[in-house]
């Protein structure tokens, strides 16, 4: 059974589909990648899946048709970190963190279980946050709030995650090892579903991409299918060098390469 189904899915109407009949699967353990250009609908599928706009088409995750689940039962079966960026409250790290768990409270519990403990622990540990857990979470840098963010998001510990562009803050080095982590957690049996602008990391860390482009699925598979010098002129307009290194291959965008009149479809 697929982590994620999702089939014909559009946002918008008429003329307006910010989404438009998208279908995809992601598989147990999979790290899937969404990418496209500024505006080409990333967001609005990501926030489809997840329930928080209408939309057409079906969602199911695990399986279940998530528009039927309670929402208690939505927040324990998928963790979603947006671009939002608003959450800037006076609290501490480590406090901001275990709302991660609110989802698996129960009305008559007290105070956090053993499980709540060992999941926040683990996502601050993961993060790298130990040093920040007593920092106000208002007080802290992009990249910092970024990364207590995404451990309150793996606190869910929801069998799917989908990641609205989890790096876009942060340095290389957190880069790197948010990639990592999250190639971790796919083989934990996770799944994720992270939307990157960085083709470079796409082409390395993903089992497999969509591309979108004005709302459509223009082409999915592996990175090296889907980043192929056609479609990255075609939706990028941008020409790359592709390589190998550690027996990876990697696509490194290099040059704007805007289309020509005649090369603009109709
Ligand atoms: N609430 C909304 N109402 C109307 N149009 C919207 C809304 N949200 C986004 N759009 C439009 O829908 C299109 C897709 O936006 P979306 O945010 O899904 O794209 P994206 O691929 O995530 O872009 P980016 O890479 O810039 O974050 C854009 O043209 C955007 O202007």
């Known amino acids: 059974m697929n982590a994620l189904d999702v089939t014909g899915v559009s946002v918008g109407r008429g003329g307006c589909r910010r989404v438009d009949a998208v279908s995809l699967s992601v598989a147990r353990g999979e790290l899937f990648g969404l990418i496209g250009p500024n505006g080409a609908g990333k967001t609005s599928l990501l926030r489809a899946v997840a329930q928080l706009t209408p939309h057409e088409g079906e969602v199911r995750v695990g399986g279940a048709w998530f528009a039927a689940l309670s929402p208690a039962q939505r927040a324990t079966r998928l963790a979603y970190l947006g671009q939002d960026d608003r959450a800037a409250w006076p609290m501490s790290v480590a406090d901001f963190v275990a709302l991660g768990r609110l989802p698996h409270r129960r009305?008559?519990?007290?105070?956090?279980?053993?499980?709540?403990?060992?999941?926040?622990?683990?996502?601050?540990?993961?993060?790298?946050?130990?040093?920040?857990?007593?920092r106000r979470l208002d007080q802290l840098s992009g990249g910092?709030?970024?990364?207590?963010?995404?451990?309150?998001?793996?606190?869910?510990?929801?069998?799917?995650?989908l990641a609205d562009e989890p790096?876009?803050?942060?340095?290389?080095?957190?880069?790197?090892?948010?990639m990592n982590l999250l190639r971790e957690h796919c083989a934990r049996g996770g799944s994720i579903v992270v939307v990157l602008h960085d083709l470079t990391l796409a082409s390395r860390f993903c089992d497999r991409v969509l591309l979108m482009h004005q709302g459509c699925a223009v082409a999915a598979g592996t990175p090296r299918q889907v980043l192929t010098p056609g479609n990255l002129q075609r939706v990028y307009q941008v020409q790359a060098m592709h390589g190998e290194h550690d027996d990876q291959s990697y696509v490194l965008p290099w040059q704007c390469r805007p289309l020509t009149p005649s090369e603009i479809p109709a």
Do not use: K, Y
């Not at 279980?113 to 920040?132: C, E, I, N, W």
């Not at 340095?171 to 948010?178: E, G, I, K, N």
């Open 107 to 134: 009305a008559w519990a007290r105070g956090p279980s053993a499980a709540d403990t060992a999941a926040v622990q683990a996502a601050m540990a993961a993060m790298r946050l130990g040093a920040l857990a007593g």
């Open 167 to 178: 790096i876009a803050a942060l340095d290389p080095f957190h880069q790197l090892s948010v």
């Open 144 to 161: 910092e709030r970024t990364r207590a963010r995404l451990a309150r998001a793996l606190a869910v510990q929801a069998p799917l995650l």
